[in-house]
C-alpha cells in the first residue's frame, strides 16, 4: 500500500475515524448477520442470498483497510498554525478570474478531502497547484481541460 502522508483536516480526519469506528461495529455486525440468515437459506451454491452478503463483506472489508491505511499515515493540519502569508493547504483564498472578473473562494485542502462542489480544491488540482505557496496580488495561470485562465490572489484567510 501507499506510504504517503495524506494531508486532512482535524475535522476530516475526525470524520474518517467516526466512519471507521461504525464499520467495525455496527456494519460488520450486520453484514456477519445477512450472511448467517443467507446460509440458513440451504444450499450455498445457487445462494444469491449469500453472494449478496459475502460481496457486500468483501466491499466493507476494502473500504475499513482503505481508512486504516488514510488514518494511520494522515498528517493532521492544525488551522492554528496555518499562515495566511501564502496560499497552503488549510487556507481560503479569494481570487479573481482577469479575463471574466468573476470572483472566487476556495478552501485549499488535501486529495482526500476535496470537494470542488463545495469549493474545497486540491492542492494537486490544477487551479490548486498553480495557487500554492503565492501570495496576495500575485496573479497566476491555470492551464485546465477547458483553456488557460489568470487569477489574480485577492485574499488569504483561514
Known sequence: MDTAKYQLSREAYEKYLKELENLKTVKRKEIAEK??????????????????????????????????QLINNAKIIDKDEVSTDFVG????VKIQNLDTGDVFEYSIVGSKEADPLNFKISDESPVGKALMGKKVGDVVEVNVPAGKFRYKILEISK
Not at 37 to 65: C, M, T
Not at 89 to 92: D, K, L, P, S
Open 35 to 68: 450472511i448467517k440468515v443467507a446460509r440458513s437459506f440451504g444450499d450455498l451454491s445457487e445462494n444469491s442470498e449469500y453472494d449478496e452478503a459475502k460481496a457486500e463483506q468483501a466491499a466493507l472489508e476494502e473500504r475499513i483497510a482503505y481508512l486504516e
Open 89 to 92: 493547504i488549510g487556507t481560503n
